[in-house]
Nanobody, 117 residues
Framework: QVQLVESGGGLVQAGGSLRLSCAASGRAFSSYTMGWFRQAPGKEREFVAAIARSGNSYYTDSVKGRFTISRDNVKNTVHLQMNSLKPEDTAVYYC???????????WGQGTQVTVSS
């Protein structure tokens, strides 16, 4: 079992930056692929970024070049550095963990990111 808690969300002006963090509890954190998803009001949850056990990272096209995902397997944390934020990035951001490629078994409660123009 893995428990995930996100933090670091807030209100930022367009063009600004935020760094989201996800703290994990439970065994075998390093065995999981970690991902970030987001959901804007009235829209479906969408994939943002993921980082595999190997350290390979993946991003949705809309955030490439602006967001960076990283993990620290010693501290059991995953981060999402978000730069050059746009109003379209406004959403609740969720941390997720999964043991199989493309699947996520555990989810955090989310942290709100609001980007004003």
């Amino acid at each position: 079992q893995v428990q995930l808690v996100e933090s670091g969300g807030g209100l930022v002006q367009a063009g600004g930056s935020l760094r989201l963090s996800c703290a994990a509890s439970g065994r075998a954190f390093s065995s999981y692929t970690m991902g970030w998803f987001r959901q804007a009001p009235g829209k479906e949850r969408e994939f943002v970024a993921a980082i595999a056990r190997s350290g390979n990272s993946y991003y949705t096209d809309s955030v490439k070049g602006r967001f960076t995902i990283s993990r620290d397997n010693v501290k059991n944390t995953v981060h999402l550095q978000m730069n050059s934020l746009k109003p379209e990035d406004t959403a609740v951001y969720y941390c997720a963990a999964g043991l199989s490629y493309g699947t996520y078994d555990y989810w955090g409660q989310g942290t709100q990111v609001t980007v004003s123009s």
